[in-house]
């Protein structure tokens, strides 16, 4: 299952991923970029089941370890970072590629949906926070979770519902 993505941003290009991965030791071997461009390509934040499947398409000699292995790989050498969006798919973990703008995660709970945020705020609150406890920053992940619009007029209908179906 994939996370869908509305992305307002670029990701790195593949050039600075590339550069990116030398100069923090990870080798970029063919069946790496092949999962590393899916990432950062597809526009959703990935599983690991969806990404084999996906890079299987490209390489039927990749295996799930190699995908395994590859994510951690990536993930300790800062390439990707590992998201679990409010566990709306239970424990199972999402990826996307780094990137060098902060963002959140508008995470629809109904539908599953996933939206990603850019902007002035997210900004402000990290100053905020640092002023405010004397604090240095170095990770941030927001993830905020709601309704979208559709969800929304579902649950409306469904308390109507309820509601007329409560009256005597």
Known sequence: MAA?????SRPPSRTALAEQSAGRGVRLTRQRKIL?????????????ERLYQLAKEKDPKL???TVYRTLKLLKEGGLVDELDLMHQA???HFYETRRKQEHAHVICLGCGKVEEFFG?????LRKQIEAHFGFEIVLARTEVGGYCS????????ELEK?????RP
């Open 120 to 124: 002035e705020p997210l900004q402000r």
């Open 150 to 157: 559709h969800c929304q007029s579902l649950r409306a209908q």
């Open 4 to 8: 869908s993505s509305s992305s307002r």
């Open 90 to 92: 239970g424990e199972q």
């Open 36 to 48: 590393l461009d899916l990432i950062d390509k597809t526009g959703q934040h990935l599983d690991a």
């Open 162 to 166: 309820a509601a007329a179906a409560a």
């Open 63 to 65: 295996n799930r370890v």
